[in-house]
């Protein structure tokens, strides 16, 4: 009889979590890109920005709990 045993994630890139904030940040770009004119350095900047962040904060969580278990 095989154990089904989960493969150890090796980066935050193969948390399921980013993938989704990673399309959500790419949507969200192709959708600004609509946006008018005059929001484009202000709103529409905003936006992007607040979007790539939720990645950023993904990996820089995965990055410090690594370096707390290898600490260890």
Known sequence: MKT???E??????ELEI???AFDAGMEIFH??????VEERY?????I?????????N???A????????VSM
Not at 31 to 36: A, D, H, R, T
Not at 62 to 69: C, L
């Open 18 to 20: 980013y993938k989704k």
């Open 8 to 13: 150890a994630i090796k980066d935050h890139r």
């Open 48 to 56: 992007r920005r607040s979007s790539r962040s939720v990645c950023a």
């Open 42 to 46: 202000s709103l529409t900047d905003q």
């Open 62 to 69: 995965w990055r410090k709990r690594r370096n707390a278990i």
């Open 4 to 6: 089904h045993q989960k």
């Open 31 to 36: 959708l600004s890109k609509k946006f008018p």
């Open 58 to 60: 993904l990996a820089e």
